[in-house]
């Protein structure tokens, strides 16, 4: 079944920690996503990639790094995580040239920083 | 700038209750989007709006745009408990998705 992954779904760590999210799609989709938001909040586009070899910062700084070596697998790292960063990662695909551009959405990284 | 805004951002209502959440955007968009979120978990995709007039209906929910105002509506009609969520519309800009502060819905047995 076609389908959004991440991994881990929580994560606690120390500060000063490297980590990295694993995400990947198993959608054929060649434009992928990353969203940070903290709980109830609006969500903010923080990387984006268009395809492999392919990626962009988003609106809201970031202190992390992504990479697109293969269509299906978008991971994003921090080289030395914060408490700043606790948060709830969102990933998310689509398909370009469809009439719709809709976006999907796997089901989070809950990221907590000690 | 893009800008989306929703209100009410919280709305607390009665089951059987009809409502609306309201969604504004700042500058023309190709596609406006409605996207449900339930207490910590991931967003799932409600409707997807292309033209002036459109509406889309599904179950008690019903999502209409108007282009010329900038405007997207989501009418509850009816509230059951079962829609209790945040609600977020959504429009594109550039191939990127802007998203709106999101609406907390809550509704009272």
């Known amino acids: 079944e076609a389908d959004i992954y991440q991994t881990p779904r929580y994560l606690v760590i120390g500060t000063g920690k490297k980590i990295t999210l694993e995400c990947s799609q198993t959608?054929?989709?060649?434009?992928m996503y990353w969203y940070q938001q903290d709980p109830g909040m609006e969500l903010h586009l923080i990387h984006y990639s268009y395809g492999v070899n392919s990626t962009e910062k988003g609106d809201l700084s970031s202190e992390s790094t992504v990479s697109r070596i293969r269509t299906e697998h978008f991971p994003l790292t921090l080289e030395s995580a914060r408490p700043s960063h606790t948060s709830q990662y969102l990933c998310?695909?689509?398909?370009?040239?469809?009439?719709?551009?809709?976006?999907?959405f796997g089901p989070g990284t809950r990221l907590t920083v000690l | 700038e893009l800008k989306v805004e929703q209100n009410p951002l919280f709305l607390s209502m009665q089951e059987g209750k009809n409502y609306t959440i309201y969604c504004n955007y700042s500058t023309t968009s190709d596609r406006l989007y409605w996207y449900r979120q339930d207490p910590g978990k991931s967003l799932e995709s409600l409707f997807v709006l292309l033209s002036n007039g459109a509406v889309k209906q599904e179950g008690r929910l019903m999502a209409s745009l108007d282009t010329k105002a900038r405007l997207s509506t989501l009418h509850i009609t009816a509230a059951v408990h079962d829609l209790s969520a945040t609600y977020f519309c959504?429009?594109?800009?550039?191939?990127?998705?802007?998203f709106g502060k999101g609406t907390r819905l809550h509704i009272l047995p």
């Open positions: 959608m054929g989709h060649d434009k």
């Open positions: 959504a429009v594109d800009r550039d191939d990127k998705i802007i």
């Open positions: 998310a695909s689509s398909e370009s040239g469809r009439l719709l551009n809709e976006q999907f």
